[in-house]
């Protein structure tokens, strides 16, 4: 026991470490089983106390196991071996009040952090009920404490997190005010170390309220009471009063402190903010020298080449390996993704303002972008470069822009071609579009924006099958290009194959939930498989994302009225009436619709409308008189046929109305209404004879032109067929035998184009009608065809 004891030593005092291992042999324990007067003073009276009682004072060796009570002959136990087991822990009482405190307190922690927890989880409501059961069990323990101990004792640490996780809950739930008083609670109290900071919070709260006075001020006390070693939270909070400047529009303040930002600690945020309110004020100069120093800024990543092995040694590689995607990585690579985004998105705001024109200011934002670290943005702001000139429709300047990256790299190579395809596609220079596609894939052929452009010049050549191959490759590259997934469904429509197109553009809608034009392509698809109750099921979703599409209402009218249901489809066609009141196929619906139920009064405003939508279709004009001569009222029936005869002399129809009036009535005219009348009906005659093959050839070519009008199958629509059914329905009225000629001219409402092709160009938000050859922005729900509609 005594070996690591050493005895400082009496000599050569000039060796420091000397005499550490010399010690008396006394105490050398290792040698007693071999020590003979040991081992017989053990065994026999020398080791025993004398009998007669004298005690000795053995004070200094008590703890060795000598006791003052020994018998003579007892063993010797320096451990105590010999008085058995130690005895058992006295067993705590769980009703003591310090006990008592011990769990509460232990409850309290628990409460916490399971608020903690829940807001981490996204449960709000759970987060602050757990808060405020935390909050009243603490006061609880607080006055169990003051009423055994003294209130010094009271743990403030805790009764701190208590509230401060409340007043955090109260603001996640957006309980703005509680969240103040409970604030307020905590700053004012002087216990609490350090809970001026607090007032950062409460001005980010009356930031979200846009009580902006209140968030400078509370601001700028945080500030006052943070003191200059803790510089990256002061830094934070200037920050945050340089925002709320830009908000108030206070912009010469907010570039005081986003000035003094850059000077002490240059961060992105900072940078991109400076540039914005020197955008505001209009300064050309300090926007230069902002961009600049946003440039500038260090980003404080390792490089790319960190992550390449310089060697062929398994352990390094293994090590490189798993340090690629860990989250240090995935870290860096987003300070970066977010570097080039601040960066791109300033240089697009000054470019078009910091010289005379946009390009000379778009090639000074490049050459500063390559004098830097983010050298590969140069690209970039030349092809944004290029997007603006499409933007201002100079389309041969973004060509010209465009073709100068046929040089560079494989991947801007790719993107330049891509983009130049869709410029091509979009003049219908298929054979342009094609080649720059080409171009594009052969750069990049795993570039899915690419490869869809190429499936879009195929699919405009026809060739579907070979189209639906370019669609599946852009999708073996990206699953989520959507606008490959999108054209692969059009495409299995256009080759009948339903089936397959509703598992893409279902597949579709799980991606975009709220897409317009995915809605109604599976309700489109479900009504060429013949299933219009799926078809209407699919079809009020869609309504409940565009609301006002009126061509989705009159299809909804059409799938009730097919279906025999008149009240749902006037409901339909009403609302798409009331919502786009010049569709002549709606209008003609409710003509008639009011007209089959006996209510012509009603009818008129439609017809009326109809005539001044076509004015030199002399049928809705008829109708309107119609419906005056079949309400009763005879004068008003006469007069709008004078005026339809005034306006169109030769129509036999009018006449044969004006003739049968008039003698109803007893008007002289009607000798005159009659000569008209033998006079046309002579000259029709007479021209029918002319062309031989009379008015049975007339009503062929009638039939041949609305026969090639509705030979398309693969469109969304069949107007013309429609027309020819509510015609048809108007002249079999009940109640009449009139002669009523429908317009040859199928000029009867406009489509709703349904295959806009994507193109899921790089920068190029742009769809196109496969009917028309029109385009418009992705983000517009519908678009007008100035074609007809045909099947």
């Not at 955008?279 to 404080?300: C, H, N, S, T």
Request: contains cysteine; hydrophobic residues 35%.
């Amino acid at each position: 026991m005594m070996q690591n004891v050493h005895l400082a030593p009496e000599t050569d005092e000039d060796d420091l470490y000397s005499g550490y291992n010399d010690y008396n042999p006394t105490y050398d324990t290792e040698e007693l089983e071999n020590d003979t007067a040991f081992q017989q003073a053990v065994r026999t009276s020398h080791g025993r106390r004398p009998p007669d009682g004298i005690t000795r004072p053995m004070t200094a060796v008590r703890a060795a196991g000598f006791t003052k009570a020994a018998l003579r002959g007892s063993a010797f136990d320096p451990l105590g071996q010999s008085r058995g087991p130690a005895p058992p822990l006295e067993a705590k009482n769980e009703d003591s009040p310090e006990e008592k405190i011990r769990q509460l307190e232990k409850k309290v922690n628990e409460l916490v952090e399971e608020s903690c927890i829940a807001n981490s989880c996204g449960d709000l409501k759970l987060a602050l009920e757990k808060a405020k059961d935390a909050g009243r069990k603490e006061r609880v323990l607080v006055r169990q404490r003051e009423q055994v101990t003294t209130p010094e004792n009271i743990n403030l640490d805790l009764t701190y997190s208590v509230l401060f996780n409340l007043a955090s809950q109260y603001s996640a739930n957006e309980m703005y005010a509680e969240a103040l008083n409970t604030y307020q609670v905590i700053v004012k109290n002087k216990m609490f170390i350090n809970a001026g900071r607090l007032k950062v919070n409460m001005g980010n709260i009356y930031l979200k309220q846009r009580n902006y006075s209140k968030a400078i001020k509370f601001y700028r006390m945080a500030l006052d009471q943070i003191p200059s070693v803790h510089k990256e939270m002061r830094i934070k909070i200037m920050q945050n009063i340089g925002v709320t400047f830009i908000k108030t529009g206070r912009y010469s303040d907010a570039i005081n402190s986003f000035e003094h930002i850059m000077s002490m600690a240059p961060n992105l945020k900072a940078g991109f903010n400076l540039i914005l309110s020197y955008f505001a004020v209009g300064d050309r100069d300090k926007m230069k020298k902002a961009f600049q120093k946003l440039i500038a800024v260090p980003l404080e990543i390792d490089e790319d080449d960190k992550y390449i092995s310089p060697s062929d040694d398994p352990h390094t590689n293994l090590v490189i390996e798993a340090i690629k995607n860990d989250h240090l990585r995935q870290m860096e690579r987003e300070r970066k993704a977010m570097a080039e985004k601040y960066i791109m998105t300033a240089a697009k705001l000054i470019a078009p303002v910091i010289e005379t024109s946009f390009a000379v200011g778009y090639d000074w934002c490049v050459e500063v972008v390559k004098a830097s670290q983010y050298v590969e943005l140069a690209n970039d702001l030349e092809i944004n470069k290029a997007i603006t000139y499409l933007r201002q429709k100079d389309f041969n300047q973004a060509v010209e822009t465009l073709k100068m990256f046929e040089k560079k790299d494989s991947r801007v190579k790719s993107a330049a071609a891509t983009n130049l395809s869709f410029l091509y596609y979009l003049e219908n220079e298929f054979a342009q579009a094609s080649s720059y596609a080409d171009l594009a894939v052969n750069s990049d052929r795993y570039n899915p924006s690419a490869l869809t452009n190429k499936g879009n010049t195929v699919f405009a050549s026809g060739d579907y099958e070979k189209a639906a191959e370019f669609y599946k490759e852009a999708l073996r590259n990206d699953s989520s290009c959507t606008e490959a997934l999108y054209n692969i469904g059009l495409t299995y429509k256009r080759l009948n194959r339903l089936d397959e197109a509703l598992d893409c553009f279902l597949k579709l809608h799980a991606i975009l939930r709220n897409s317009a034009q995915v809605l109604y392509q599976i309700a489109n698809v479900y009504e060429l498989m013949e299933d219009p109750n799926q078809a209407i099921e699919w079809l009020m979703q869609l309504i409940s994302v565009v609301p006002t599409d009126s061509r989705a209402l009159s299809k909804l009218g059409e799938l009730y009225d097919s279906e025999g249901d008149k009240s749902q489809a006037f409901q339909y066609y009403y609302e798409s009436y009331r919502y786009f009141p010049s569709n002549i196929e709606v209008i003609e619906w409710l003509g008639a619709y009011y007209i089959d139920t006996q209510f012509c009064e009603k009818a008129i405003q439609y017809f009326e409308r109809a005539s001044l939508i076509q004015p030199t279709q002399v049928k809705w004009q008829l109708m309107v008189a119609s419906c005056f001569r079949r309400s009763g009222n005879y004068q008003k029936a006469l007069d709008t046929y004078k005026e339809i005869h005034r306006k169109f002399p030769e129509n036999v129809e009018c006449l044969r109305f004006l003739v049968r009036l008039c003698t109803d009535i007893g008007l002289k005219e009607v000798q005159e209404y009659a000569t008209k009348l033998k006079r046309l009906e002579k000259m029709k005659e007479i021209r029918e004879q002319r062309i031989k093959s009379g008015r049975d050839s007339s009503g062929g070519s009638r039939s041949r032109r609305e026969g090639s009008a509705g030979s398309d199958s693969g469109q969304n629509c069949s107007a013309s067929s429609k027309g020819e059914r509510l015609s048809a329905k108007l002249r079999a009225l009940p109640g009449t035998n009139e002669p009523y000629e429908s317009s040859s001219n199928k000029e009867i409402g406009k489509c709703w184009c349904s295959p806009p092709v994507s193109t899921g160009i790089t920068g190029l938000e742009k769809i196109r009608c496969l009917l028309c050859g029109s385009t418009w922005p992705s983000n517009r729900k519908t678009k007008n065809c100035s074609q007809k509609k045909n099947r």
